[in-house]
């Protein structure tokens, strides 16, 4: 079993950035493929952002490409996700996910937090 907490939400205002982290306990993730969810209210979730177990590849979903960056240190177990020039639309809960293998941008996913809150004021 792998748990997936994530933190560094908050409330900040438009064009500001946040760094999310997402700390993996229970077995390490160094060739877990580890993604970014997030749901808006009154809205599904959505594929925000992925990481192979390497770092090796990458990926993002549009609306994000140039203001979002994965990464992750399998040392510390833990992938993070920066976000710059943040937009209202970026308001939603943020989820951390843990999948064994390759990346998909998908909801296949084994492993998923809680969620932190993300906040953008105009």
């Known amino acids: 079993q792998v748990q997936l907490v994530e933190s560094g939400g908050g409330l900040v205002q438009a064009g500001g950035s946040l760094r999310l982290s997402c700390a993996a306990s229970g077995r390490s993730i160094s060739m877990y493929a580890m993604g970014w969810f997030r749901q808006a209210p009154g809205k599904e979730r959505e594929f925000v952002a992925a990481?192979?177990?390497?770092?090796?590849?990458?990926y993002y979903t549009d609306s994000v490409k140039g203001r979002f960056t994965i990464s992750r240190d399998n040392a510390k177990n833990t992938v993070y996700l920066q976000m710059n020039s943040l937009k209202p639309e970026d308001t939603a809960v943020y989820y951390c996910?843990?999948?064994?293998?390759?990346?998909?941008?998908?909801?296949?996913?084994?492993?998923w937090g809680q969620g932190t809150q993300v906040t953008v004021s105009a």
């Open positions: 990481i192979s177990w390497s770092g090796g590849s990458s």
């Open positions: 996910a843990a999948r064994r293998g390759f990346i998909v941008t998908t909801g296949q996913y084994d492993y």
